[in-house]
């Protein structure tokens, strides 16, 4: 069991976690099963397997060899019912490649909402670089990887930007072969090189949910229902009919003059009264008309 930074292959950065580093020295290798974290619920331990083929210490001669031949068919088949028992898993058909060559993949869904993928990839310098004892080196890498709330393009992103960092001091065993030249017009003028951004680019790492978390819940805001509410009802105003209208005609001539009696003074005038004067009982009228009151 070595510490996590002893690793030969690192995931990229946002993870997943290291837990641990399972090595294992053969006459002809090294093989480490590197272990990840897990945050998913299908059963099993996701981890990145490299075997770097090359010569070992005097003292590991006499074990056993690691098979050198390349990843097969048949052998990945075994590989893939081992990490996954039971779940339906389909190879894909589409040829990828990452920054050390071409690389395959299987992936199926796992318990619940955990999306599963077994990746591999077999990495050795072309043949043509092969030659006078020169670019012997051979990698396998394996990738099993499990994880909740994500897709399978999510994790793919881990095999386009992982990292080996482990090599041998020997020149004869590299295993990526003789390093490409520089494009032509780097460094010329009339080829301008722009400034580019991270989203121009796919499978950038950090775009996967780490592990180990669970991923971060989605707060949308509260939707409150607009409720329309209608105007106050005023009572109902009846109106009645207006009364209809009465016209008095306006009289076309004077009003006839009636005759008036004798007796009722005519308009205007003042009516003449006479004064009555009651006498005192004590007083006597005399003959002569005077009156003599006691």
């Known amino acids: 069991m070595l510490a996590p930074e002893e690793a030969l292959i690192f995931p990229p950065p946002g993870g997943p976690e290291i837990i641990s580093v399972i090595s294992r020295t053969y006459s002809n ?21 490299i075997e770097m083929f090359g010569p070992q210490r005097a003292e590991d001669t006499g074990k056993d060899g690691l098979s050198s031949g390349s990843l097969r068919a048949s052998s990945i088949s075994r590989e893939i019912r081992s990490a996954f028992p039971g779940l339906p ?6 040829y990828l490649q990452n920054a050390y060559g071409a690389f395959s993949y299987a992936s199926g869904r796992g318990a619940g909402d955990d999306s599963c993928i077994y990746a591999w990839q077999y990495i050795r310098s072309p043949e043509d670089m092969r030659q006078g004892f020169k670019n012997l080196g051979r990698i396998n890498v394996s990738l099993r990887l499990c994880q909740s709330g994500v897709t399978v393009r999510d994790l793919l992103a881990v095999m386009y930007n992982y990292t080996i960092t482990g ?3 020997a020149e004869n065993w590299n295993p990526y072969g003789t390093a490409q030249k520089p494009p032509e017009g780097m460094g010329r003028s009339g080829n301008p090189i722009y400034p580019v951004s991270a989203t121009e680019f796919p499978m950038q790492p950090g775009t996967q949910t780490p592990s180990g ?26 109106v009645s009919p207006a009364p209809a209208r009465v016209i008095i005609p306006a009289p076309s001539a004077a009003a006839p003059t009636l005759p008036r009696p004798a007796d009722v003074p005519a308009s205007g ?3 003449q009264t006479t004064r009555v004067v009651i006498p005192s009982p004590d007083c006597m009228s005399s003959a002569e008309g005077s009156q003599r009151c006691n």
């Open 29 to 49: 290798a090294v093989q480490q099963d590197v272990i990840l974290r897990s945050d998913a619920r299908t059963p099993g331990q996701n981890y990145f397997k």
């Open 89 to 94: 898993v389909s190879t894909s058909a589409e």
């Open 167 to 169: 090599s041998y001091d």
């Open 213 to 238: 978390q669970a991923a971060a819940p989605v707060r949308r805001p509260a939707v409150r229902a607009n409720v329309v509410q209608a105007p106050p009802q005023q009572p109902a105003t009846v």
């Open 269 to 271: 005038a003042k009516a």
